[in-house]
């Protein structure tokens, strides 16, 4: 019971903000008592000695908070699970589609590393960038998924689910900007709806922001942040507009000339990981009789000699139908480019297509002409990918069907929030919030310096929480308050969630997911009543307000 309590009390704290007032009622709401927070703001009648009741609290609720952590310890997250948005029965699913690229396959360290100095290269030797930036290298530590660059501004930050930047992750180079700047130049730190990226994450019809949701978008993130970084050291006036610009064409050019694609091939074993046990996961799905479909913007022979490689020559024959270059999203809303086949030495063929044939490969194409050739309709249809809008969104928005999102990062994180560190930080630092929240009514001289006191103390942890995964951004799925922008839309699009398709492994092919409940704000006070009975107590909740 503890450890279940303790668990939620944790994901109570993590989905509040600094923006909510909690209506916790008072031991006598049944007989029609005013909520708390109505009651909070008048005065209460102080203790005599200030300091010394409220330390008395705060020393309380660590020793309760201390007492707590082994309890929680023992109900660890798995990483290896699949977390669900919404219910979602796998009876109820008969095809399964994949994208390739970080869902049936997934790549080394070494590949970001490649991108990013082949990117850099072009910027010097087609751009006409200074020959200096050869001295940056990637950093694999220093960007996340799910970041905005601002394009004008030429600032890479974090925002929340509510658009707004978490202060102290927005980098000009690789340099944070002072809270202050940032707060005059956005007056404030909220983004307004039309400046924000546009549906997919992009930067058009005068959206000022991009946001990069791809995992090959990392080396893009760090590239551009180097160069940023060289003209501001050395002084050079230059225009952001064109620095994204060149840099996002570079990056495209990596994977449109092939430069990406040729070095995979010439060195498979560098590049491909080979432990995901995708071959498994198809052979699994075969065996229980699910059909099973590939749509990836990646070229024939690449990921041929990819499937090859981890799945084995007769990967063909697992799958109903393969679509090569089908170039998601606009494959999922252009209604006019016809498929072609590719026959086996990579030559389009003229052919008109009158069926999707099991063993083709097929290239371009639409999902409507798909649909129409293959029947497979609704959410009988699950598909996994790993970018949010070119994978998914179309496809739970537009056409119903059930969509899996694979999000690589999630294995590691649950890693850290398993730690024991972690946990003491996270218990303490809601038990602090939780204190600064009730003893706030307090106005006196002697307990607004106390309270300082614990703010700073807060601030810190808040800190040290965010350096746990990235001592720039944090979790990709946290800011200090509130859900990422990338977790909101991956709570959108995505049924259901996982670090890897060998997370399908765990999990009977009639296996129903369901999501758990989340308290609302409204609903947190019953809970917290209920959580804190018995040996399970967290001080500053038992507090009562006296009313003169």
Known sequence: MAAAAARSLLAAGRAGGGRRCRARTLPAAAAGAAPYCTVARQQRRPPPDMRSYLWSRYREAKRVTKELVPSIMSNMLNPDAIFSNNEMSLSDIEIYGFDYDYTLVFYSKHLHTLIFNAARDLLINEHRYPAEIRKYDYDPNFAIRGLHYDVHRALLMKIDAFHYIQLGTVYRGLSVVPDEEVIAMYDGSHVPLEQMSDFYGKSSQGNTMKQFMDIFSLPEMTLLSCVNEY??????????????????????????????????????????????????????????????????????????????????????????????????????????????????????????????????????GNLYEFLKLTGWRGSKVLYFGDHIYSDLADLTLKHGWRTGAIIPELRSEIKIMN?????????????????????????????QMILEEWKK??????????????????????????????????????????????????????YTFYPRRTPLQHELPGWSDQLCTGTFRIPFLQETVQIK
Request: include cysteine; charged fraction near 30%; glycine fraction near 4%.
């Open 419 to 447: 730690t024991e560190k972690y946990i003491q930080t996270m218990t303490w630092l809601q038990t602090l919030t939780g204190l600064l929240e009730h003893m706030q009514v307090h106005r006196d001289p002697d307990s």
């Open 231 to 364: 003209f501001l050291k050395n002084n050079i006036d230059y225009e952001p507009v064109h620095l994204y610009k060149d840099v996002k064409d570079s990056i495209r050019d990596v994977h449109i000339k092939g430069i990406m694609y040729r070095a995979i091939e010439a060195d498979i074993e560098k590049y491909i990981c080979y432990a995901e046990q995708t071959r498994a996961v198809l052979a699994k799905l075969a065996d229980h009789g699910k059909k099973m479909f590939l749509i990836t913007n990646s070229p024939s022979s690449f990921v041929d000699k990819g499937m090859k490689f981890i799945v084995g020559k007769d990967w063909r024959d697992l799958f109903d139908v393969v679509i090569v270059q089908a170039d998601k999203p606009n494959f999922f809303n252009d209604k006019r480019r016809p498929f072609r086949k590719v026959n086996e030495r990579g030559v389009l063929l003229w052919d008109k297509i009158h069926k999707l044939q099991k063993g083709q490969i097929y290239k371009q």
């Open 457 to 510: 103390e807060r601030k810190e942890m808040r800190e040290m929480n965010r350096n746990f995964f990235n001592a720039q951004f944090g979790s990709l799925f946290r800011t200090d308050e509130n859900p990422t922008y990338f977790l909101r839309r991956l709570s959108r699009f995505a049924d259901i969630y996982m670090a890897s398709l060998s997370c399908l492994l765990n999990y009977e092919p009639d």
